[in-house]
Structure formats: C-alpha cells, structure tokens
C-alpha cells in the first residue's frame, strides 16, 4: 500500500495532490465543488495518497539506518488513520486517552504504542501499567514517582525526555527544547531522575527522548539534538544505565508555499543523525541504540486541504476582505502564532488580488492573505492548503461552532472519516441544572 516514495512536491503553484481540470480545483482526483456538496464546509479533506508518499519518503530516508518512525497522533488522529496507519511498519505516539482510545478502537498494536505528554493523570499512567502501550516518555521527577508506584505486573519500559537545552530556530510557541521551555529533564535535574529510578524496581529505563520544536528545515539541529542525546546516554552509562534507544523528535520542516523550496531533505537529516550517533557511541564506548523519530506534521500536514465556503466579500478601508464559514475555532494557529496557509479559489476566474481571509469568529480571526479574485462573493468555494497536522485536532467549539467533518480522497474516490458535528453534539454535556 506505501510505495510511491517519490517527494510530495508544489506544482504549478499547486499544493500536493491538487490539480486544475478546466479551471477547476480537484483534490486526491476529486472536485473541490463535489466535496463540498456532499460533505458541507468547512471541510478537511486528507489525501490519503499524499500521505502514503510522505510516509513512504520518510521510511526510505530511514531503512538504511534501522530508524524507526512514530507517527505523532497529536497532528491529526482519527479512528481511520489510526487503521490506516496500524498497516504501515509506523509506530504511534499518543498523548492522553482520547488519542490511546482511538488507537485502540483502530486494533492499533499496543507494542507499537508510546505514550507521551509532559503532564499525564493517574488514568493515563494507569494505562501504561497496564500494558497498553509499549513504553512511556516520562517528563518529570513526579511522573517518574507516579508511574513507579503503580507498577507490580510487567516491568514499564520508560524513556526519559530531556531538555538538551538547544533552541531551534523556529517559533517561539513550537519550541520545546531550550532555557525557556517547560519540558522533560534538564542537564540538572537529569541525576535525580537517574537516582530515583534505582529505586523503582518496576520501571526498566530503555532510553532517552528529546524534541526541539516544529518546523524546523536545518539538518544540523537535528545531529546536535543526537549528540546531546549521545552525551546523556554516556552520563547515564556511568551511573549504570544502559540507553537502548534514543528518540530524536519530530519537528521536521514542511513546505507550506508554492514558492518556498522543499528546503527539508529527509535523506541527509536521517542519515546525519545517524551518523552522528554511531560517532557518539563509538567515541563514548557505548552500544548503538535503536534511534527513532516522531514525526507529525512532515507526514501529515501536505495531505489536507480545508475547504471553505465564502459567506461575504467586502471592502474594508479600501482594502479586499472575505469572510468564510471557518474560523479560528476550527485552524488556531494562524491568529495563535501567525503560521502561513497558501489559499486559493476552487474556481480560477478574472484577475486575483491581495484578499484578506477571516474566519467568522467573534475575535479578529484573520486566516491570512491569499490572492483571491477580484470577483471572489457568497459562495465561492476556497481551498486552504496544508491544513493536515494541528487543524483539526487543535479543533474546539468557540462561539459554539460545530467541528467540521474529515473526509479521506484517494485516486478519484472520497469517504468519510469523521462526521460534521451537530449542535446535540455541542450541547451533549450541558446540564440542566
Ligand atoms: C514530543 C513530540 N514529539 C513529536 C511531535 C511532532 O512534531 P511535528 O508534528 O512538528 O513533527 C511533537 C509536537 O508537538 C511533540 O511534542
């Protein structure tokens, strides 16, 4: 089913996976206007095609080096994809509950299950212990203690995830590694946690975990991010740990404009990072751990487009707006931290201009820009593009708004994956009293 390894590519200014036929937009080979008359809008349509290439990229980048990809579900997680995903050599990565349930309903392997979150409860820890998943990520001394006391069956494989204190270079609200971030164990707090382990017979450390951040293009982050993890690994050796794996992160860059150049090379990064662990293993004496990664939005955001309906086009100050029927409550990020959607018309028609996108939220949620028609009025259908990872699963009801339905294209055909929300469904925990 992954074959095509080919990278997912803009063209013709064109997002993956779409198409113009007779001017009209077409998505995994389906119209643009036929999605939305059946589905409604807005609407995410995943491009499963899309998505298998990205995948099959990554897992060739990774075969020559035994890399092992989880796919982080916090992009986008659905029972289906969950499914789909269950038939590729994927890991998974869940976060809570709401994201194990739904790779349990999917008969995702628990074996090929972690279980990540930097602030997880008692019935999440509850479930590692369990043996619903595979092994845990464990962000701080607490957890560490928490998760220790529960253990009495099987031993609980943990990593622990360290903040190797290197900054990405990307946005501030997508960073996770660095002075300034909340997460895992820095260089400090790293003995402790070694320490405490000892004491916790029921835990079994297999490894170390670092993520830097999102959208981040640069190969050296990434060998910097090993060798940090390297580094550990040899204070851990000293203490009497073995680090049997190393998890990298995700984070890798994704292309987000026809214009910008697929800057990311996934080849070279896997193969570098790679390298840069067999250099730190034989310099520091240690065994080569099995090296992974977690990638989110590298393999899922090129597959979505979100379609939206225009439901008023005016003139602001002399300057072209357009309203659509979505909004920040189903796509935060752009009024969230300004991140950059390419939007065009299903429909070319007359001259484009500079038209700014608002969703129809009661806070000024601008999408963005995108050159639209100068015609553009009451529905017109808009494509969003790369709408995959963090749109959907970011989704809440502000204002009371429905989530939008998920529909799946592939080659010419279109299922549904998740149903439009109904107003029961927003009002289903409202008590009456
Ligand atoms: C721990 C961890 N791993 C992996 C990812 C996936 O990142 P991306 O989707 O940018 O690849 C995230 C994203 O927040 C994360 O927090």
């Known amino acids: 089913m992954i074959g095509n390894s080919a990278p997912v ?129 464990v962000d701080n001394i607490e957890e560490l203690r928490r998760l220790g006391s529960r253990s009495g069956g099987a031993k609980i494989s943990v990593l622990l995830r360290v903040n190797s204190g290197i900054e990405a270079h990307t946005h501030e609200f997508v960073r996770t590694g660095g002075a300034r971030t909340k997460f895992g164990f820095d260089t400090a707090a790293l003995p402790a946690a070694l320490e405490t382990l000892k004491k916790l017979p029921g835990l079994q450390f297999e490894g170390l975990h670092s993520h830097l951040g999102s959208q981040i293009y640069d190969t050296q982050t990434f060998v910097e991010n090993t060798h940090a993890l390297m580094e550990r690994a040899a204070f851990a050796a000293a203490a009497g740990f073995v680090t049997e794996r190393i998890v990298v992160g995700g984070g890798f860059g994704v292309s987000m404009h026809p214009d910008e150049p697929d800057t990311f090379d996934a080849d070279k990064t896997i193969a570098e990072i790679a390298n840069a662990a067999r250099k730190d293993a034989k310099r520091w004496n240690l065994p080569l751990p099995q090296i992974g990664i977690e990638p989110g939005r590298a393999l899922v955001a090129q597959a979505g487009t ?78 969003m593009c790369t709408t995959g990872a963090y749109t959907y699963s970011m989704a809440g009801n502000y204002n009371r708004f429905t989530r939008p339905a998920v529909v799946a294209v592939r080659g010419g055909t279109h299922t549904l994956i998740a149903k439009r929300e109904s107003i029961d469904d927003v009002l289903r925990n409202d008590c009456d009293e």
């Open 9 to 137: 590519r803009w063209r013709g200014g064109l997002a993956p996976g779409h198409e113009r036929r007779g001017g009209e937009l077409f998505a995994g080979g389906v119209s643009a206007d036929e999605l939305a008359a059946t589905y409604g809008t807005p609407l995410l349509a995943v491009d499963y095609g899309v998505f298998d290439a990205a995948i099959a990229q990554f897992l060739q980048a990774c075969a020559p080096h035994s890399v092992e990809i989880a796919y982080a579900g916090k992009a986008l997680l659905l029972v289906a994809l969950a499914r789909h995903l269950k038939h590729t050599p994927l890991h998974l990565d869940v976060c809570s509950l709401g994201e194990l349930a739904t790779a349990e309903r999917a008969a995702f392997p628990p074996d090929r299950i972690a279980f990540h979150g930097c602030g997880k409860t008692g019935e999440e820890l509850d479930a590692a212990a369990e043996g619903r998943v595979a092994r845990v990520i």
């Open 306 to 383: 979100t379609l939206y309906r225009v439901m008023s086009a005016k003139r602001q100050s002399g300057k072209p707006f357009v309203i659509v029927d979505g909004g920040i409550y189903e796509n935060p990020r752009p009024a969230l931290y300004g991140a950059y959607h390419h939007a065009y018309a299903a429909r070319e028609s007359g001259p484009l201009q500079e038209t700014i996108l608002c969703g129809r939220s009661c806070e000024n949620d601008e999408l963005g820009t995108a050159r639209l028609p100068s015609d553009a009025a009451e529905g017109d259908l808009i494509a």
